[in-house]
């Protein structure tokens, strides 16, 4: 590790063996908050991240929509593993989550985000969320989802319907091939393969312990079908 810099409510912290933890110095981010992180791996370099707790997004005592923009650039063959706790979007925060990543020929990733409407019987708050990647200066994905807040489509059938966990995971170049979806009562689960041979997992659940399975069920895992009242 070269170069480590951060401020409340982002703080970085080095730990052994070239790991970096986010840790929240502070509350947030809160409603008119714009926060920024950016990362550089070099070429050939490898770095691990990993939270040590929930981000709660919160409203603003002004009001107002927060920010958070993550930047990261992997170098030439160099590897990032991204993997923090999951961020809390609680009653009336209103969010928005800019995540671009940009990698070098050669390099990998592994990029795991989770997302929570809502404390324990609380109505979610609202989120929007957009992710680049490019590879080799090549755009591969560009994906957004919009989710919480008043009730609306985001919550039907066709899309939460119901769940406030949700879950991804963006492999590029590690990790298991593409898997069968599921659909079970609690959690459903999918496998998006893109243009560059990069996987982006996604999986939603009632809560976080039925799906984090559902986002690492093995490779091969039969499929297990929805109840026949979800079918019909």
């Known amino acids: 590790m070269t170069h480590l810099r951060s401020e409340a409510p982002l703080l970085l912290r080095l730990a052994p063996g070239g790991r970096a933890h986010l840790v929240g110095g502070a509350a947030g981010p809160l409603g008119g908050d714009d926060l920024a992180l950016a990362i550089r791996v070099g070429a050939l370099a490898r770095l691990e991240v990993r939270g040590v707790a929930a981000m709660l997004a919160q409203p603003g005592p002004a009001g107002g929509?927060?920010?958070l923009v993550v930047t990261a650039d992997v170098g030439e063959d160099g590897h990032l593993d991204w993997d923090v706790q999951p961020t809390i979007v609680v009653a009336g925060a209103d969010l928005d989550v800019d995540l671009r990543i940009a990698l070098a020929s050669g390099a990998t990733l592994r990029w795991r985000e989770e997302l929570v409407l809502g404390r324990s019987a609380e109505q979610p708050g609202r989120v929007r969320t957009r992710v680049r990647l490019t590879e080799g200066g090549r755009t591969t994905l560009d994906h957004r989802q919009v989710a919480g807040g008043a009730?609306?489509?985001?919550?039907?059938?066709?899309?939460?319907g119901g769940h406030r966990w949700l879950g991804s995971e963006l492999r590029v170049g590690r990790g298991p091939a593409a898997r069968p979806p599921?659909?079970?009562h609690?959690?459903?689960?999918?496998d998006l393969v893109l243009a560059s041979g990069a996987v982006l997992a996604v999986a939603t659940a009632t809560d976080r312990r039925t799906g984090l399975p559902a986002l690492d069920r093995p490779p091969g895992r039969p499929v297990v079908r929805a109840t026949s009242a979800a079918i019909a």
Request: charge should be positive; glycine fraction near 24%; charged fraction near 25%.
């Open 186 to 190: 609690g959690a459903r689960a999918a």
């Open 65 to 67: 929509r927060g920010r």
């Open 151 to 160: 009730p609306g489509p985001w919550d039907g059938p066709g899309d939460l």
């Open 182 to 184: 599921l659909a079970s």
